[in-house]
T-cell receptor, first 111, second 114 residues
Framework: GEDVEQSLFLSVREGDSSVINCTYTDSSSTYLYWYKQEPGAGLQLLTY?????DMKQDQRLTVLLNKKDKHLSLRIADTQTGDSAIYFC???????????FGKGTRLSVIA | SAVISQKPSRDICQRGTSLTIQCQVD?????MFWYRQQPGQSLTLIATANQGSEATYESGFVIDKFPISRPNLTFSTLTVSNMSPEDSSIYLCSATGPTGNEQFFGPGTRLTVL
């Protein structure tokens, strides 16, 4: 079945850039997502990218997709303490199929 | 975007009882889902809530344990039946947006079973 892998922890200094990486196994993945979960909260959709794109930028967030290597990354520029959270990568291969989630990367921002 | 609310936000229940969680979306949506997030874990899909018909359950989840209703395009309920401490989790409702590409989540219901 499909699998999505993420490193579990990342620690960065405030003001630096954070890069959270994700790999997936399903070559028919069509949509790839990044979600943010703050303590005690639900999941906030940050951004998503179609598999026919290789980059998407939205303010401080940049998503890079390497479809050949099945690798997705989320770069957060000028990381702030409010960015401390768990970031989940997810994929699906069509609009009506369920999302498959990674285990999440816990980002800690050091002031 | 779709705004999703859930009730209750949290509950503490006794073993053997049942709890019904309500999910309300602020607009009509095609797809609604229920997920479970066990402590410190990722999200696991329980089922897809189908409007006007039986839910579609994922492997390892059954209707007797997790009955789901979806009477219309904006509302769904999940019942956790005959609870045990292993059911202690966050239960999240989710729905796709108008284009079908975006998927949004409610704030979750934090359930503790004693």
């Amino acid at each position: 079945g499909e699998d999505v892998e993420q490193s579990l922890f990342l620690s960065v200094r405030e003001g630096d850039s954070s890069v959270i990486n994700c790999t997936y196994t399903d070559s028919s993945s069509t949509y790839l997502y990044w979600y943010k979960q703050e303590p005690g909260a639900g999941l906030q959709l940050l951004t998503y990218i179609f598999s026919n794109m290789d980059m998407k930028q939205d303010q401080r967030l940049t998503v890079l997709l390497n479809k050949k290597d099945k690798h997705l990354s989320l770069r957060i520029a000028d990381t702030q303490t409010g960015d401390s959270a768990i970031y989940f990568c997810a994929e699906r291969n069509s609009g009506n199929t369920p999302l498959v989630f990674g285990k999440g990367t816990r980002l800690s921002v050091i002031a | 975007s779709a705004v999703i609310s859930q009730k209750p936000s949290r509950d503490i229940c006794q073993r053997g009882t049942s709890l019904t969680i309500q999910c309300q979306v602020d607009s009509q949506v095609t797809m609604m889902f229920w997920y479970r997030q066990q402590p410190g874990q990722s999200l696991t899909l329980i089922a897809t809530a189908n409007q006007g018909s039986e839910a579609t359950y994922e492997s390892g989840f059954v209707i007797d344990k997790f009955p789901i209703s979806r009477p219309n395009l904006t509302f769904s309920t999940l019942t956790v039946s005959n609870m045990s401490p292993e059911d202690s989790s966050i239960y999240l409702c989710s729905a796709t947006g108008p284009t079908g590409n975006e998927q949004f989540f409610g704030p979750g219901t934090r359930l503790t079973v004693l």
